[in-house]
């Protein structure tokens, strides 16, 4: 009978998953995804979710994204789902994602200091003026996040940093 429940339950986790990578769950059903997870976090590795997946999935649930990255961090794999972060567009929710990975688990420095330098040079290809502005100011409070906590340290970004502050003068943060 265990097996055959576990099964189902498994089921339910994979539906709910393909479900959260085209849209946002609603709070119940993050509630389900979360709680299967922290009961059996293997499952994480049955659920669907890929690489290539991650990305739709930070977009449309992005505490679901961290719940599955925080139960994959010891996994061989993490890094191909690092780099899928790393390597997709800057969004308020792939910042959330990495600041909130950043505050609870150790992640490589080079990671850390690749998504920075993708989010400056993301700001400054923006057209939108309003866009930027808004992108900028994130980019200032998670720049501020990651130094104050010393999970970056300045000098290992200063001229793309300096370069950065300098462009965006005009915005106050």
Same mark, same amino acid.
């Given at each position: 009978?265990?097996?055959c429940?576990?099964? #189902?339950?498994g089921?339910? +986790?994979?539906? +709910?998953m393909?479900?959260?990578?085209k849209? &946002?769950?609603?709070? &119940?059903?993050?509630?389900t $995804?979360c709680?299967e997870?922290?009961a ?6 049955? !659920?669907?979710?890929t ?12 505490t679901? &994204?961290?719940? !599955?990255?925080?139960?994959?961090? #010891? #996994?061989?794999?993490i890094?191909?789902y690092l ?8 969004? +308020? ?5 990495v ?13 850390v200091?690749l998504?920075?330098?993708? !989010?400056? #040079?993301? /700001? ?8 930027q502005?808004?992108?900028v100011r994130?980019? !200032? $409070? ?8 010393? *999970? *970056?340290? $300045?000098?290992? +970004?200063?001229?793309?940093?300096q370069?950065f /502050?300098?462009e965006?003068?005009? *915005?106050?943060?």
């Open positions: 009978a265990t097996m429940s576990e099964t #189902s339950q089921a339910e +986790l994979r539906e +709910l393909a479900k959260a990578f849209g &946002a769950l609603t709070d &119940a059903e993050k509630e $995804v709680q997870l922290d059996d976090p293997t499952l994480v590795n049955h !659920c669907g979710l690489p290539e997946q991650l990305p739709a999935l930070v977009e449309n649930n992005p679901i &994204a961290i719940d !599955c990255l925080l139960k994959l961090t #010891s #996994s061989k794999q890094t191909e780099s899928a972060v790393v390597s997709m567009e800057l969004s +308020l929710h792939s910042m959330e994602v600041n909130r990975l950043t505050t609870s688990v150790d992640l490589p420095t080079e990671f200091l998504y920075v330098s993708n !989010c400056i #040079s993301s /700001c400054e290809n923006i057209k939108d003026r309003y866009m502005t808004r992108l994130l980019v !200032c $409070v998670f720049l501020q996040s990651l130094i104050r906590t010393k *999970i *970056i340290n $300045v000098k290992d +970004l200063f001229i793309e940093v370069a /502050c300098i965006f003068s005009r *915005i106050r943060e």
